[in-house]
């Protein structure tokens, strides 16, 4: 009688671990969720040259909400100080390079589960010219730890390419 309890304890512990594990996948919409730090952004640009407009460690956050917000700022890592410590007294040189160096968006986003596709409603930005935008991405890469995604119609340097990689917050 004991091996029966033994064989029907283990039974129950091996369906068990198989139920947990047997949990369906999530959508890229569920796996978005969260908040992600900016680690790269490459142009490229029609001519075939590449160029990181936020320089090589650039600094930024993508945080995507459940219930379908997002909000995105990329900052170059070297961004001038401006001298008087006052944002709104930097020099022309100044006010330049911060504007080059920076993007801040937000608003909505869908996930086209099946075309593997990110679309930002933008409602609004730093550059003003994307405010009302849709704006539609290749999602090339996502797991638990790392988000890509290639956007065909990046706002800079012509038409040209912008592909993002994004790194989990922890």
Known sequence: MPAIRLLAVMLALGLGANAATAQPAKTLREQLVGTWTFVIAEITGADGRKTLPFGDKPKGMLIFTADGHF????????????????????????????????????????????????????????????????????????????????????????????????????
């Open 71 to 170: 909000s995105q700022v990329h900052v170059a890592g070297d961004l001038p100080k401006i001298a008087s410590s006052n944002r709104l007294a930097g020099t022309a040189e100044d006010n330049k390079a911060i504007v080059h160096g920076s993007l801040a968006l937000f608003g909505t986003y869908t996930v086209d589960e099946d075309k593997k596709a990110l679309t930002f409603q933008i409602e609004a930005s730093t550059f003003p010219n994307l405010q009302g935008v849709a704006q539609t991405r290749t999602i090339d890469l996502l797991t638990a730890d790392e988000f890509r995604n290639t956007n065909p119609a990046a706002s800079r340097d012509g038409p040209a390419v912008a592909m993002n990689i994004y790194r989990r917050a922890k």
